[in-house]
């Protein structure tokens, strides 16, 4: 196998490893909620979820730039052999990102109150989804902060770091969210219901702030060594940080728009279609979870040989990323085929719910393909640090997004199942929208203003 080859399985895999986890926190939310006991529907209970996740959504994906800006930068950093940068950039990335959980943390009552005014649920749904939202907020200092430490690490050329935090986080999430809501009957401890979802979270945010911190404390000391905070955040290297963030930021809002704009949309149509909506997107992300494996080797080989100043290399990085992030969309083609009514009964066990979800998979035929030209782009782009080009990327994706649904919904009426055709048709659009720009301009942004800079 070329050595290339080794380089992007090499850092690929800890990534897809520890994705394989990351779906299953969102499917195992769903599913203690569709076999919690309780007075309300399993429908409204997942509509609680939904919502409350769609929340944090509508918080978190703004700040993903945190992640992106810091995993780029070190990577170029790391390839022209600047350790002081790279720890410079990890201290930027940290300042920021605690600044901005505070600010979370103090306006965290009127965002519910803003929000609300454009989220439509039933007032079982909205009681729920606050309660989730209020509980799981105070994860917000250690969610910001592993934002940075992951793209820190993926910069680093470091993915069995960032995959152990993942790894950490997501198995306390799963085992806690568990444990708290259902509780352990034959010790006497017989759960707290539906709070116990997000409080789960909250423990498992914390566990992986502890040990990244950790990790990057004991294996990088050398790289700290000598490099204060006071020294990050001056000079030309912090404003190129923040109009990077700025770029990046804009395009994380253009992201929550459209994956909030989706579980809007489909909560206008009642508990039963929000709950489909809620599944499929579920289903819809859980190829781009082990894409993104091949995504952050594209983003760190790429920032890596840009640094180095090795075209060729970069020129390599692009063909064997793409060989195999297509591959393997082709391969959850077949699972969606075969495997599509099995993952849904994993998340509910109400008849009712699955048989609104298989009126829908044909739209889990075409999505891999597409949807791994966006997400292998975007790494290779963050490691190019293309952030305006990214940013004007996601901007086509949302004209295309709500101007398909609002042109298909104009011509076809309002009909439930039809309408959430549509909704994934407009779905389709985006990511189409989003890999054709990138697609026309990879060229111009990744083989020539890196070099000629």
């Keep these: 196998m070329r050595q290339i080859n080794k380089d992007i399985f090499r850092l690929a895999g800890p990534s897809i490893l520890a994705n394989i986890t990351v779906p299953f926190v969102g499917m195992v939310d769903i599913a203690v909620a569709g076999h919690l006991t309780s007075s309300l529907s399993n429908a409204t209970l997942i509509g609680g979820i939904s919502i409350g996740t769609m929340l944090f959504d509508l918080l978190y994906w703004n700040f993903g730039f945190l992640r992106v800006g810091t995993g780029g930068m070190t990577a170029q950093a790391y390839g022209r052999k600047e350790p002081d940068e790279c720890a410079r950039i990890l201290f930027r990335g940290l300042s920021l990102s605690l600044m901005i959980a505070a600010v979370i943390l103090l306006f965290q009552w009127p965002f519910t109150k803003l929000a609300f005014l454009v989220v439509d649920s039933s007032e079982e749904v ?33 993915t ?8 950490i986080v997501n198995v306390v ?87 909030v704009g989706f579980t809007i949309i489909s909560a ?132 295309a997004f709500f101007a398909t649904w609002a042109i298909c919904i104009t011509v076809h009426g309002t009909f439930d199942q039809l309408a959430m055709h549509l909704l994934l048709l407009a779905y389709f659009a985006h990511l189409a929208a989003r890999s054709l720009w990138m697609q026309l301009h990879w060229r111009r942004e990744i083989l020539d203003k890196p070099f000629n800079g």
């Design 268 to 399: 206008r149509f009642g508990d039963m279609l929000l709950a489909t909506g809620a599944i499929m997107m579920k289903l819809l992300m859980l190829f781009s979870y082990f894409t993104d494996g091949f995504a952050y080797a594209g983003e760190a080989l790429t920032g890596k040989y840009i640094g180095m100043r090795d075209k060729p290399m970069v020129m390599e990085t692009l063909k064997w990323t793409f060989v195999w992030s297509m591959g393997l969309g082709m391969f959850f083609v077949l699972i969606y085929l075969f495997g599509g009514t099995p993952i849904v009964r994993i998340m509910t066990s109400d008849p009712a719910v699955v048989e609104s979800c298989r009126l829908f998979f044909i739209w889990l035929l075409p999505m891999p393909l597409i949807g791994v030209m966006a997400f292998t782009w975007d790494g290779i782009y963050v490691g190019a640090t293309a952030a305006k080009s990214l940013r004007n990327s996601t901007i086509a994706a949302v004209i």
């Design 126 to 158: 909205k009681a729920l989804a606050l309660q989730y939202f209020f509980i799981r907020i105070w994860a917000a200092p250690a969610t910001m902060s592993l934002f940075s430490f992951k793209g820190w690490f993926i910069g680093m050329q470091d």
């Design 173 to 259: 999430n799963i085992v806690t969210s568990i444990v708290l809501s259902l509780g352990i009957p034959f010790l006497g401890f017989h759960g707290l219901g539906f709070a116990g979802i997000p409080l789960g979270t909250v423990v498992a945010q914390y566990s992986g702030l502890l040990f990244a911190a950790s990790r990057a404390f004991f294996k990088y000391g050398n790289v700290f060594r000598g490099v204060s905070i006071s020294s990050a955040l001056q000079g030309a290297h912090l404003k190129r940080f923040i109009v990077i963030s700025r770029d990046l930021f804009i395009r994380s809002i253009c992201l929550v728009l459209i994956y």
């Design 160 to 167: 069995v770091s960032s995959m152990a935090t993942d790894l």
